[in-house]
T-cell receptor, first 113, second 113 residues
Framework: AQSVAQPEDQVNVAEGNPLTVKCTYSVSGNPYLFWYVQYPNRGLQFLLKYITGDNLVKGSYGFEAEFNKSQTSFHLKKPSALVSDSALYFCAVRDRNTDKLIFGTGTRLQVFP | DAGVIQSPRHEVTEMGQEVTLRCKPISGHNSLFWYRQTMMRGLELLIYFNNNVPIDDSGMPEDRFSAKMPNASFSTLKIQPSEPRDSAVYFC???????????FGDGTRLSIL
């Protein structure tokens, strides 16, 4: 069965510092991976996806993610965090046979001024 | 793009009442998803449609829940009779078939008293 894991419930980082939100996956075959962000009282918003190609994927709001096949990871990164980045972040993998996304449990990012 | 539109944004009702949640997907999207989000269980996929046909309803909790998609621009999720444990935020999302990201509405916050 396909799955993603987000090992950290919460990540705290100071504004201006780099941030990393971790995600590992378990799939058979090539993975199709996504990151979403959820702000309070809003739906999930798409940040970026990895389908194939370059292992470093660039997305919205200055975020990027690094696909690492040997470590089965797809960590979300940003070089310099903003207070406004504070939100709930979800990693997801697309089911191979359908359009379903299998979401992780989410990681709450808190950026302190 | 108008985005995915959900109504109502908030619903408070007494247990035993029928609840109907509505969703208008993005024009041109042919997949539609209903999710439920709670603190305890996180984000759960309830059902999804492709070209107005239900493909996977394995996430629907029980027979009290039903979903329809009578045409490409409208879907409903109905709970009858409602129970306090149904209290959650319900999201609708739509996408094009394939590797395109899902676009989420801002959800309906449902409270069953």
């Amino acid at each position: 069965a396909q799955s993603v894991a987000q090992p950290e419930d919460q990540v705290n980082v100071a504004e201006g510092n780099p941030l990393t939100v971790k995600c590992t996956y378990s799939v058979s075959g090539n993975p199709y991976l996504f990151w979403y962000v959820q702000y309070p009282n809003r739906g999930l918003q798409f940040l970026l996806k990895y389908i194939t190609g370059d292992n470093l994927v660039k997305g919205s709001y200055g975020f990027e993610a690094e696909f690492n096949k040997s470590q089965t990871s797809f960590h979300l990164k940003k070089p310099s965090a903003l207070v406004s980045d504070s939100a709930l972040y979800f990693c997801a993998v697309r089911d191979r046979n359908t359009d379903k996304l299998i979401f992780g449990t989410g990681t709450r990012l808190q950026v302190f001024p | 793009d108008a985005g995915v539109i959900q109504s109502p944004r908030h619903e408070v009702t007494e247990m035993g009442q029928e609840v109907t949640l509505r969703c208008k997907p993005i024009s041109g999207h042919n997949s539609l998803f209903w999710y439920r989000q709670t603190m305890m269980r996180g984000l759960e996929l309830l059902i999804y449609f492709n070209n107005n046909v239900p493909i996977d309803d394995s996430g629907m909790p029980e027979d009290r829940f039903s979903a329809k998609m009578p045409n490409a621009s409208f879907s409903t999720l109905k709970i009858q009779p409602s129970e306090p444990r149904d209290s959650a935020v319900y999201f609708c999302a739509s996408s094009r078939t394939g590797l395109e990201p899902q676009h989420f509405g801002d959800g309906t916050r449902l409270s069953i008293l």
